[in-house]
Nanobody
Framework: QVQLVESGGGLAQSGGSLRLSCAPSGRISSVSFMGWYRQAPGKQREMVAYITTSGITKYQDSVKGRFTISRDNAKNTVYLQMRSLQADDTAVYYC??????????WGAGTQVTVSS
């Protein structure tokens, strides 16, 4: 079964930057939305940003101006450039892809830890 594979997480200092990448392990057809979610300890998973095939983006208010989502449609790969990281950005970040018939694919998650 095809899965999404995230990379690029790790430890950053407050004010620093990290870049997350996500690519499928196999072929996925007709991917529409691709996005990033995150879940901090004791909190629910929340949407961070998503991007459509045509490049329309939407961000959670707390990351606007700091995070940038982009994608490579040919490879069904999505990226998240994170700048000016804050302690509140510490979470496990999950990649998501919405394919044909509304099928959702998820990654296993990558840990992002921001030290203050």
């Amino acid at each position: 079964q095809v899965q999404l594979v995230e990379s690029g997480g790790g430890l950053a200092q407050s004010g620093g930057s990290l870049r997350l990448s996500c690519a499928p392990s196999g072929r996925i057809s007709s991917v529409s939305f691709m996005g990033w979610y995150r879940q901090a300890p004791g909190k629910q998973r929340e949407m961070v940003a998503y991007i459509t095939t045509s490049g329309i983006t939407k961000y959670q208010d707390s990351v606007k101006g700091r995070f940038t989502i982009s994608r490579d449609n040919a490879k069904n790969t999505v990226y998240l450039q994170m700048r000016s990281l804050q302690a509140d950005d510490t979470a496990v970040y999950y990649c998501n892809a919405r394919a044909q018939w509304g099928v959702d694919y998820w990654g296993a998650g990558t840990q992002v830890t921001v030290s203050s």
